[in-house]
């Protein structure tokens, strides 16, 4: 997926620009650029195919400079991979955008722009909302103005920001579906895709609602609602744990994720042991009334849904339904009475659950529990319960730590469902003390690393491979085929190519 940095400063933003791309790196991109109105009063960039540090060595040999700047990770989805259709797409020498998500009618948007003699050089969707832009700001309008003329006509998902020579003290971010966050500064502000990539720069955010508008300069922001009325947004500071920054002693960020876990399920367990209040206020209410489970997710946290739903069936007693969130909007599906409705997300933004978490049946559900590592997220906030796993920061783009603890997570909702649905069920100390070994286990298991090591030299010289197991442990072997093969398209895939 796509990434976005933008940052309005008094001072020089290429290199926070440059270290908010290295941090988006994690979510895979075939190409990378940044913007910026520099010292002269121009739109100035570089682009390239390949990896951030190609970009990198192209600012090394034409520094550009200047104090309001967006930059880009591009995930090819409208438009192959090339230097054309990398971000930031530039209008005229006076408009530059970034963009994440989908323009849904960008065809028949394009189609206008032709009829009205305007041409797109490349073949995304992004240009499209630049042309429109610019279309708008020529025709006397501010940056502001122009953009909120513009959203109306889009259909789809997107994360903006956007830049006008014009204006080379602003910059204006708008949010519907993909996920964007502000970083506040002093003397500088910021707009990223996740908090991760500003975190070097500042520890206060704030997490804009689907259809906010922000203009940002140095000196401060302001936010607009969908109305176009201005709003405030509660900013909430993030503490920063020394275990999220580095790589201490290990070789890459997946090894450190994953010796990470049995400290990472202990803290998970034990911020509410097996309570109903680990849940929420509201959970003591709930639970006891609960006649079935459906649970939402994607990805990793769909194959963590899987292994739930032995649980939650074996150990609870409850008919528990699990479902693709992608594809639960568009199917009839039946959704029992009194039906708690579980959505996963390691990041809280996940599009696609958020959709069916919306989608579901009011009549039929109880309540919409959510279970991902971020708090504040929209997950959170359209969520009546929550539970907030402590996996830390995941750099690795193969899941461990964020997927160990949804199943932390998991189980102890199975418990405490089954504390009110089967009689004999374990106490809540009993199950605490079940769930501290599960944490040693796992650090138990580690300390076979080098034999594991070991065998998996062994494995990678086979050429065919098979995985299997039964019950509640049938989804784990899937696992390893989707972290794969999410780890080899994450990588850049290309010879790096630069403008």
């Known amino acids: 997926m796509c990434g976005i940095v933008a940052v309005a400063a008094r001072r020089d933003?290429?290199?926070?620009?440059?270290?908010?791309?290295?941090?988006?790196?994690?979510?895979?991109?075939?190409?990378?650029?940044?913007?910026?109105?520099?010292?002269?009063?121009?739109?100035?960039?570089?682009?390239?195919?390949?990896?951030?540090?190609?970009?990198?060595?192209?600012?090394?040999?034409?520094?550009?400079?200047?104090?309001?700047?967006?930059?880009?990770?591009?995930?090819?989805?409208?438009?192959?991979p090339s230097v054309v259709n990398a971000h930031p797409h530039i209008i005229n020498e006076r408009i530059a955008i970034v963009h994440n998500g989908i323009i849904e009618n960008h065809s028949a948007l394009r189609e206008q722009l032709a009829k009205d003699?305007?041409?797109?050089?490349?073949?995304?969707?992004?240009?499209?909302?630049?042309?429109?832009?610019?279309?708008?700001?020529?025709?006397?309008?501010?940056?502001?103005?122009?953009?909120?003329?513009?959203?109306?006509?889009?259909?789809?998902?997107?994360?903006l920001a956007i830049v006008d020579r014009e204006a080379p003290n602003r910059i204006v971010v708008a949010r519907q579906g993909s996920p964007l966050v502000l970083g506040i500064g002093i003397g500088e502000n910021f707009a990223g895709s996740d908090t991760l990539s500003l975190r070097s720069v500042t520890d206060?955010?704030?997490?804009?609602?689907?259809?906010?508008?922000?203009?940002?300069?140095?000196?401060?922001?302001?936010?607009?609602?969908?109305?176009?009325?201005?709003?405030?947004r509660v900013p909430t500071r993030l503490a920063l744990q020394a275990e999220d920054e580095g790589l201490g002693d290990h070789e890459h960020f997946m090894l450190k994720e994953i010796f990470e876990q049995p400290a990472r399920l202990r803290d998970t367990v034990r911020q509410g042991s097996v309570t109903d209040e680990a849940f929420g206020p509201a959970a003591a209410q709930v639970f006891p009334q609960v006649a079935a489970v459906q649970i939402l997710a994607c990805g990793t946290s769909y194959h963590a849904g899987l292994v739930a739903r032995h649980w939650i069936e074996s150990?609870?007693?409850?008919?528990?339904?699990?479902?693709?969130?992608?594809?639960?909007?568009?199917?009839?599906?039946?959704t029992l009475p009194n039906t708690l409705v579980v959505g996963i997300s390691q990041s809280g933004e996940t599009a696609d659950t958020l959709a069916a978490l919306?989608?579901?049946?009011?009549?039929?559900?109880?309540?919409?529990?959510?279970?991902?590592?971020?708090?504040?997220?929209?997950?959170?906030?359209?969520?009546?319960?929550?539970?907030?796993?402590?996996?830390?920061?995941?750099?690795?783009v193969a899941s461990t730590k964020a997927f160990t603890t949804q199943l932390a997570a998991l189980l102890n909702?199975?418990?405490?469902?089954?504390?009110?649905?089967?009689?004999?069920a374990l106490s809540g100390d009993e199950v605490a003390a079940s769930l501290e070994e599960m944490a040693d286990a796992a650090g138990a298991v580690l300390e076979y690393d080098a034999r594991i090591k070991a065998l998996s030299h062994h494995l990678r010289t086979n050429t065919t491979r098979s995985s299997w197991a039964g019950a509640f442990i049938t989804p784990l072997p899937w696992r390893g085929p989707s972290s794969s093969k999410r780890f080899l398209i994450s990588m850049p895939r290309l010879t790096p190519q630069v403008s």
């Open 358 to 396: 919306e989608h579901v049946d009011p009549e039929r559900v109880l309540a919409r529990l959510a279970i991902c590592n971020v708090d504040h997220s929209a997950m959170v906030r359209a969520s009546e319960l929550v539970y907030l796993t402590q996996a830390g920061t995941e750099i690795g």
């Open 117 to 159: 003699g305007r041409a797109c050089i490349s073949d995304t969707d992004t240009e499209v909302v630049a042309q429109l832009i610019e279309s708008a700001v020529a025709e006397g309008n501010g940056l502001l103005d122009a953009v909120q003329q513009v959203l109306p006509q889009l259909e789809g998902a997107y994360a």
């Open 204 to 232: 206060t955010f704030i997490y804009l609602e689907d259809g906010d508008l922000a203009e940002l300069s140095a000196d401060g922001y302001r936010i607009l609602d969908a109305n176009g009325q201005i709003v405030e």
């Open 413 to 424: 909702l199975t418990l405490c469902l089954a504390r009110h649905h089967v009689e004999g």
């Open 315 to 334: 150990l609870a007693g409850l008919p528990c339904q699990v479902e693709v969130a992608s594809e639960y909007r568009y199917r009839e599906s039946v």
């Open 13 to 80: 933003c290429t290199e926070i620009l440059l270290e908010g791309l290295r941090r988006l790196e994690y979510r895979g991109y075939d190409s990378a650029g940044f913007a910026l109105i520099d010292r002269g009063g121009q739109l100035s960039s570089h682009k390239c195919l390949g990896r951030v540090s190609a970009l990198e060595e192209a600012q090394l040999s034409a520094p550009i400079q200047g104090g309001t700047g967006i930059a880009h990770t591009r995930w090819a989805t409208h438009g192959e």
